[in-house]
């Protein structure tokens, strides 16, 4: 091209070399015998074509993807700015395509849960709020505050059946115990008042004192689609942290303290309610 069709030649425009280059391929380079294969490439061209796969009707996806932690409040940074997401997305690890314009976030499925173009560049490196992200968010439930005591009272008022729960709970978690019985308040909120119950009482029964029971109970026997669950509003540090003991299965060598005492009236029933 450049040896026969640039060199010596001069274009008003590039729309001007556009048709000029066209005119050359045409009435030139496609109709005369290929220096390399020795064939004439229109011909070539013809003889190809039917063993050709068609182009699709959208262009191929062309970008960068890369993995993010998204916060508690659903915000991720994406080339220097931040930008809210929807809130369901909070509190997990998203997928982000980067496009040459645009960006994508896919949810747990791979799903595309929200697209947008890159801010201008007035607004770079301030954050992005799109208020509809937060829609569906609801205030955290109100869990007692003050002295465990208060905990255990409002818990027991609110659920009087519970009592031996919140006993054995008190007696084999120690001093974990009040983040048990946070998890076990939230599990209500989450699970309905109705649900929760059905499932506690019969944990209670078989003396197994410990939120995860239950939790994996109700995660089993009554799960929840990802667009019903409940979204709560970001938690804070302290509130991160007892999510994060609440996940922790309790080693104490108190709970093998009855096998020094074979008189033991507090002996636990090893059968699991699963």
């Given at each position: 091209?450049?040896?026969?069709f640039?060199?010596g030649?001069?274009?008003?425009?590039l729309e001007?070399?556009?048709h000029?280059v066209r005119?050359?391929?045409d009435?030139v380079?496609n109709?005369?015998?290929?220096g390399?294969t020795?064939?004439v490439?229109?011909?070539?061209?013809?003889?190809?074509?039917?063993?050709l796969i068609?182009l699709?009707d959208?262009p191929?996806p062309?970008c960068?993807e890369?993995l993010?932690?998204v916060?508690?409040d659903a915000?991720?940074?994406?080339k220097?700015?931040r930008y809210?997401?929807?809130a369901?997305?909070?509190h997990?690890?998203?997928t982000?395509?980067?496009?040459s314009?645009h960006?994508?976030?896919?949810?747990?499925?791979r799903?595309?849960?929200f697209s947008?173009?890159?801010?201008?560049?007035a607004d770079?490196g301030k954050l992005?709020?799109?208020?509809?992200?937060?829609?569906?968010?609801?205030p955290?439930?109100a869990?007692?505050?003050?002295s465990?005591?208060?905990?255990?009272d409002?818990?027991c008022?609110?659920?009087p059946?519970l009592?031996?729960?919140v006993?054995?709970?008190?007696?084999?978690?120690k001093g974990l115990a009040?983040?048990?019985?946070?998890?076990?308040?939230?599990?209500?909120?989450?699970?309905?008042?109705?649900n929760?119950l059905?499932v506690?009482?019969?944990v209670?029964?078989?003396?197994?004192?410990?939120?995860?029971a239950?939790k994996?109970?109700?995660e089993?026997?009554?799960?929840?689609p990802?667009?019903?669950l409940?979204?709560?509003?970001p938690?804070?540090?302290?509130a991160?942290?007892i999510?994060?003991l609440s996940?922790?299965?309790?080693g104490s060598?108190?709970?093998?303290a009855h096998?020094?005492n074979p008189?033991?009236?507090?002996?636990?029933?090893?059968?699991?309610?699963q």
């Amino acid at each position: 091209m450049e040896r026969d069709f640039l060199r010596g030649s001069e274009f008003d425009s590039l729309e001007d070399l556009n048709h000029k280059v066209r005119l050359w391929l045409d009435n030139v380079a496609n109709c005369r015998v290929h220096g390399t294969t020795r064939r004439v490439p229109d011909e070539a061209w013809q003889e190809e074509k039917p063993f050709l796969i068609a182009l699709p009707d959208s262009p191929y996806p062309a970008c960068d993807e890369e993995l993010r932690k998204v916060g508690p409040d659903a915000v991720i940074s994406v080339k220097g700015t931040r930008y809210t997401i929807p809130a369901k997305l909070a509190h997990s690890t998203a997928t982000v395509r980067l496009f040459s314009d645009h960006f994508e976030v896919l949810d747990q499925r791979r799903q595309v849960a929200f697209s947008r173009k890159y801010a201008p560049d007035a607004d770079k490196g301030k954050l992005i709020i799109d208020t509809t992200h937060y829609q569906n968010v609801r205030p955290r439930s109100a869990i007692p505050g003050g002295s465990v005591a208060a905990l255990e009272d409002a818990f027991c008022t609110r659920f009087p059946a519970l009592e031996a729960l919140v006993l054995g709970i008190k007696k084999r978690m120690k001093g974990l115990a009040h983040i048990h019985l946070r998890t076990l308040w939230r599990l209500a909120d989450r699970y309905g008042d109705e649900n929760f119950l059905k499932v506690a009482e019969r944990v209670q029964d078989f003396h197994r004192f410990d939120a995860q029971a239950v939790k994996r109970i109700l995660e089993r026997d009554s799960p929840l689609p990802d667009e019903h669950l409940p979204l709560h509003s970001p938690l804070t540090a302290a509130a991160r942290v007892i999510a994060s003991l609440s996940d922790v299965d309790s080693g104490s060598l108190d709970d093998y303290a009855h096998l020094d005492n074979p008189n033991s009236d507090d002996e636990e029933d090893d059968n699991d309610p699963q």
